[in-house]
């Protein structure tokens, strides 16, 4: 007991101790909430509640993992429930599944899998996406979901007005599911509050067996997951929740902060504790945080303090443009690690939207610095791991259509999507699924002979197969890998053997599965191999071993903390994002969420804005966010960018060095590939030779940007070389003129690209399409 209450607080001290009765805990940011959790789980241990009816409810497996752990140190041996909303659900719905028109071996889409089905649904349900995209009528069905609305629902309220498109593909998407003996991930939690709420009887049967009920993260809670822990807290409601209004971020994908809000209305009765003492950042930084937020209404006040020492002073950078930013902060990191003994592991950089790695990315990689994205390419998502898993999901449940599109001509084996379209077809008839009509080949009309005969070596492959799914799980890989030659067929898609990555994911995928036999000597089975993995979540990517910067979204850093954390971006249509701000309850989450991507830092924090952004390859003047008129500016440290703005024509602000040009054959795993396809998109490709200027010329100019020196090439200076050697502006140039080249003589510009001395035209003359940069270029415009 000394250990378990030693160095509490007086207000953890009282959340720790409560037992029974609903409670709520506002944990502001920093103040310890995962040690009061799993410090009153033990408490409650000590006193007596048998573990097997404590469930804690977590948003991550990390999460989830941490408790465990702490949990395990304060009271050994005993096992609690401790996993995501998503893997509780799961594991009661494998009990309960024919109560649903399940088995209980039903297979998990991730996000993939479900769009394809879905995809197949609005095929079926004979649904023009003309208007609107499988996307947005998926979206539309997920939220219908988390709200608990059925097929039946959507169609009856719609009914008046006559049934939207969403409306006519739910009802059939959810039946091919059924078919399929599969759920989505919104399925998972629909089924069980489904559950808890028509069979009484089941409901306090489960109420009694899980008698308290711990929730984390409560203000990032659905109405879906608000059901199932009230469903679960009638007969014995000692509902415990934690979490803090104001970093609610996820109202974009159905959480509800009204759910903690309204809590104590819900249970009148709850004990509040407030845990309002930070022990992660100074109090330079939660002031910042402190006066932002209660700019807020819809929140529970709370007092936030520290008693760490004051600290530096944040940081309001603003930079030029994006390029100047990113090169900024990324010289910055690398002089701390130089210079003042940090590790690249104690930065972060947050930012609102994904498409601003880019620069950072760019800026860390020229710098040699190493770093890690969050929310790249998962490894379960990976092409190679993708069709293993789906060999493993068909032999596991052999209703899983998708799984079978995927593999039955993955290595190629004759069966082309005329084929796989045939079969689809047959099975949508007769409403079965896709395996059971590969067994019906013969009666297939209009299906080729030879066609035929490729489905029937399939399906012998799969019944061979299907023979191993009992065996250890790292048998069963390893012999799906030698019976289909996985490892040939990614051997011939490498070009002259560069590139091994692929086999390598295959052999660590082997791996998985030896380390989860080892961990699972008794309750090992395949489906509960194939739920874990179904179930990573986003944020479980995080490696907080590694010895790198992280670069993540704010969303992402949710639950995090870093010595120096740097916010950019902080600006008009970005932080707040535009689409925010027609709603007061959208605006008020954008603020949440630079409140939460400030309390992230521990040390010192600077957030940055610019003059001008490039956005979809055009520079753009960038205005600071109404955010920054919410803090503390009299105690902060503001900086601004001492850059000469008229070196260039009024179009030029955001040009960047020629050394920002990535090559175009350039690879790298650590490279985000969004981001990447996002340079490859804004690089200049080759031009005119005979209108380059001389390569060391051009950054010479560029550096010497801020000292006004005479121009190269013999021009006075930066207007007249902006001006071209016609003295023409090189903005006067459009798609459409007709110009006359010294060499290749008339010709009319086909398009113009990029900005300042990058500015670039494609002129068609009759010798053949060429590309020249205007500023360094002899061009006579004929018509303007």
């Known amino acids: 007991m000394d250990v378990i209450l030693q160095g509490l607080t007086e207000a953890q001290t009282d959340a720790v101790t409560h037992i029974d009765g609903p409670l709520l805990i506002l944990a502001g940011p920093g103040s310890g909430k995962t040690r009061v959790v799993t410090h009153r789980i033990a408490y409650m241990i000590n006193q007596g509640v048998p573990p097997s009816q404590i469930a804690a409810l977590t948003f991550t497996n990390k999460a989830a993992d941490e408790m465990r752990a702490r949990v395990e140190q304060l009271a050994p041996g005993k096992s609690v429930w401790m996993g995501t909303f998503h893997r509780f659900c799961a594991q009661l719905l494998r009990r309960y599944a024919t109560m649903v028109g399940l088995t209980e071996n039903y297979s998990i889409y991730d996000s993939s899998d479900a769009k394809q089905a879905m995809k197949r649904a609005i095929e079926a349900a004979d649904i023009s996406t003309s208007h609107t995209s499988p996307e947005q009528i998926a979206t539309t069905i997920s939220n219908a979901k988390n709200r608990l609305v059925t097929p039946e629902m959507m169609l009856a309220a719609t009914k008046r007005s006559g049934p939207t498109m969403a409306a006519r593909v739910y009802p059939v998407y959810q039946q091919q599911l059924l078919t399929a003996n599969a759920v989505d991930f919104d399925d998972l939690l ?24 711990l929730v984390d993260e409560y203000q990032d809670t659905n109405l879906a997951q608000y059901a199932i822990v009230r469903g679960l807290s009638i007969n014995h409601p000692n509902l415990s929740v934690t979490g803090d209004p104001d970093q609610s971020i996820y109202g974009w994908r159905g959480a ?34 402190d006066q932002l937020i209660r700019h807020n209404r819809r929140r529970k006040n709370k007092e936030l303090y520290t008693h760490n020492d004051e600290g530096d002073a944040v940081t309001l950078r603003i930079y030029e443009n994006g390029y100047e930013e990113a090169d900024g902060i990324a010289d910055e990191i690398a002089n701390a690690i130089a210079v003042e003994g940090f590790r690249p592991r104690d930065f972060a950089i947050l930012y609102r939207m994904n498409a601003l790695s880019r620069s950072i990315e760019h800026s860390m990689r020229r710098r040699n610095l190493p770093y890690q994205i969050i929310n790249g390419l998962e490894f379960y998502q990976r092409k190679e791991i993708k069709d293993l898993l789906a060999y493993l999901h068909l032999i596991n449940n052999p209703k899983h259509d998708v799984a079978l599109q995927r593999v039955i001509n993955t290595p190629t084996r004759g069966i082309g999507t005329k084929t796989i379209a045939y079969l689809r077809s047959h099975a949508d008839r007769h409403g079965i699924p896709m395996l059971e009509a590969t067994r019906q080949v013969d009666q297939i009309e209009g299906l080729a002979k030879r066609s035929a005969t490729a489905v029937k070596r399939f399906v012998e492959l799969y019944d061979r197969l299907a023979i191993k799914a009992t065996a250890t799980l790292e048998d069963l890989i390893r012999y799906i890998v030698e019976e289909t030659r996985y490892e040939d067929h990614l051997l011939k898609t490498v070009v002259d053997g560069q590139d091994s990555s692929a086999v390598a994911n295959v052999d660590e995928f082997i791996t998985a599965g030896v380390e989860f036999d080892r961990y699972h000597p008794d309750d090992g089975s395949l489906e509960l191999f194939l739920e874990q993995t179904a179930l990573v979540a986003d944020t479980d990517a995080f490696e907080d071993n590694t010895d790198r910067v992280t670069v993540m979204t704010l969303h992402a850093a949710k639950g995090l903390e870093f010595p120096r954390v740097f916010v950019i971006g902080v600006e008009d249509g970005l932080l707040p994002h535009s689409r925010s701000k027609d709603t007061d309850s959208g605006f008020e989450e954008e603020r949440r969420l630079l409140f939460v991507g400030i309390t992230r830092a521990k040390e010192r924090l600077q957030l940055s804005c610019c003059k001008s952004r490039t956005m979809r390859g055009e520079s753009r003047p960038a205005i600071s966010s109404p955010f920054f008129n ?8 503001r900086v601004e960018s001492e850059l000469e703005r008229n070196w260039f024509d009024e179009d030029s602000q955001d040009d960047y060095p020629e050394s920002w040009d990535l090559p175009e054959e350039e690879d790298d795993e650590d490279f985000d590939s969004e981001a990447a396809a996002s340079v490859k998109e804004t690089a200049d490709p080759p031009f005119d030779e005979s209108c380059q200027l001389p390569e060391e010329e051009l950054k010479e100019l560029v550096a010497k940007k801020k000292k006004k020196k005479k121009a190269v090439l013999g021009l006075k200076t930066a207007a007249d070389l902006m001006s071209g050697p016609s003295s023409i502006p090189v903005t006067a140039y459009r798609e459409g003129n007709l110009v006359r080249h010294g060499e290749h003589g008339e010709g009319r510009i086909v398009s113009v690209t990029g900005r300042g001395p990058k500015r670039t035209a494609t002129i068609r003359f009759d010798d053949g399409e060429h590309r020249f940069r205007l500023a360094f270029c002899e061009l006579e415009l004929i018509d303007g």
Not at 190 to 209: G, I
Not at 630 to 637: Q, V
């Open 190 to 213: 629909l089924h069980v509050a489904l559950l808890l709420k028509e069979h009484p009887e089941l409901r306090q049967e489960l109420d009694t067996r899980f008698r308290y009920i």
């Open 256 to 289: 509800d902060i009204n759910n903690i809000l309204d809590f104590e209305k819900d249970y009148p009765s709850v004990k509040t504790v407030r845990l309002e003492q930070n022990y992660r950042s100074t109090p330079n930084i939660l002031r910042a945080a």
């Open 630 to 637: 919410e803090l503390p500016l009299d105690e902060m440290r």
